[in-house]
């Protein structure tokens, strides 16, 4: 069972940066892509980032673009969020995903999830 977990997120003022960070362990051999997901109070949950689990391939919201990097060990354990010119409106409960399948732009297809972590961005 493949199993993921974040750490690194915390409180942190307007405009500066956090690195969110995912340990995966089980079996990842079937692993297509890994993603970084969102949930805003009162919003549904959203795409952030995504990137292939050869570490190929990162795409970005609109939001994340420029100010997100989506990243991958070459060991293929751990996956990374770097954050940074962060925003009041990027607060929220970061969720790190994977899908065995080739369609990360689509939430429902992801097969395994972590717990979250919150990241707050005070202005």
């Given at each position: 069972?493949?199993?993921?977990?974040?750490?690194?997120?915390?409180?942190?003022?307007?405009?500066?940066?956090?690195?969110?960070?995912?340990?995966?362990?089980?079996?990842?051999?079937r692993?297509?892509?890994?993603?970084w997901?969102?949930?805003?109070?009162?919003?549904?949950?959203?795409?952030?980032?995504?990137?292939?689990?050869?570490?190929?391939?990162?795409d970005?919201?609109?939001?994340?673009?420029?100010r997100?990097?989506?990243?991958?060990n070459?060991?293929?354990?751990?996956?990374?969020?770097?954050?940074?010119?962060l925003q009041?409106?990027?607060?929220?409960?970061y969720?790190?995903a994977?899908?065995?399948?080739?369609a990360?732009?689509?939430?429902?297809?992801?097969?395994y999830?972590?717990?979250?972590?919150?990241v707050?961005?005070?202005s």
């Open positions: 069972q493949v199993r993921l977990e974040e750490s690194g997120g915390g409180l942190v003022q307007e405009g500066g940066s956090l690195r969110l960070s995912c340990a995966v362990s089980g079996p990842t051999l692993l297509k892509f890994a993603g997901f969102r949930q805003r109070l009162g919003k549904e949950r959203e795409l952030v980032a995504a990137i292939g689990w050869s570490g190929d391939s990162p970005y919201s609109d939001s994340a673009r420029g997100f990097t989506v990243s991958m070459t060991a293929g354990d751990s996956v990374y969020l770097q954050m940074t010119n009041p409106e990027d607060t929220a409960v969720y790190c994977a899908t065995r399948n080739f990360y732009d689509v939430q429902a297809l992801y097969d999830w972590g717990q979250g972590t919150q707050t961005v005070s």
